[in-house]
């Protein structure tokens, strides 16, 4: 009798116990789970927002490249949840979506700037002996508003030259330029009218269809060495999306590299 009453109590704690995790399960996974990813970049001044219905993320999506997950529990009988992309101090919304569960997890990847939301460009794939190079230039110090010439090229040292490689044409300031495609070459041991010198690889800026530098007619003077658009190594392959902007040393133009993808 005594065996049997402890087998009972022992039946009992079991199925209470099941029951128990069976609850915890269903609390769990009831409605489903849905993760939610956001990627790209932040080009304005002001952080951005971002709600699942009425679930905030942690963090806020600061200027500058983000990636961020989360995951959003779908009550019981819904299907669908709109997400919504807005700014923090201003309640503006820049980007909404409907997000279907049965579509399962969601990724949103886009480039904010200058009140815009574009798509995130996509790289070219890498191809052996080749550079290939794409840019988005911000003039945030000149606000030049005009079409450039983007020129890649080699700068000679020794008697100081530049010498043009190739050049994407027309590149409208805040917009992501063409991609231009260019061979590796080595920087050193390189000769200029027999003459032994070091060799840098620069991308200088003029107005488009012209080899005049853009910054002609403004306070800003270019440097023939340290002013110049951001470049990969020469003499590796490569497949790069540059967002840059300007920056100054005194009077002379500098660039800052603000995103490499």
């Not at 403004?218 to 658009?229: E, F, G, L, Q």
């Not at 967002?243 to 133009?253: C, P, V």
């Amino acid at each position: 009798m005594k065996h049997t009453k402890i087998f009972t109590l022992l039946a009992g704690v079991f199925l209470l116990t099941t029951a128990a995790c069976n609850k915890k399960a269903d609390f769990i996974f009831k409605g489903g789970m849905l993760p939610v990813t956001i990627k790209g970049y932040n080009g304005g001044s002001e952080d951005l927002e971002v709600k699942v219905d009425t679930f905030k993320f942690k963090y806020n999506l600061n200027s500058g490249n983000f990636n961020q997950s989360e995951a959003y529990t779908f009550p019981d009988n819904q299907h669908t949840v709109k997400l919504t992309i807005s700014g923090k101090e201003t309640g503006k919304i820049i980007l909404e979506k409907e997000l279907k569960k049965d579509e399962g997890p969601a990724v949103i990847s886009f480039f904010y700037m200058n009140g815009q939301v574009m798509n995130m460009p996509q790289k070219q794939p890498k191809e052996d002996g080749k550079i290939k190079i794409s840019y988005l230039f911000t003039p945030t110090l000149t606000h030049y508003s005009e079409p450039v010439d983007i020129v890649l090229g080699k700068y000679y040292f020794t008697p100081k030259v530049f010498e043009e490689i190739t050049r994407i044409k027309n590149v409208k300031p805040n917009e992501f330029s063409e991609t231009v495609t260019l061979s590796t070459f080595s920087t050193t041991g390189q000769q200029y009218n027999g003459q032994n010198t070091a060799v840098l690889f620069k991308a200088y800026i003029y107005k488009a269809g012209t080899n005049e530098y853009y910054t002609q007619g403004t306070v800003y003077s270019w440097h023939p060495t340290s002013s110049s658009a951001p470049t990969p190594a020469a003499s590796s392959s490569s497949s790069t999306i540059y967002i840059f902007s300007e920056s100054e040393t005194g009077n002379s133009i500098r660039f800052n590299k603000n995103l490499e993808l």
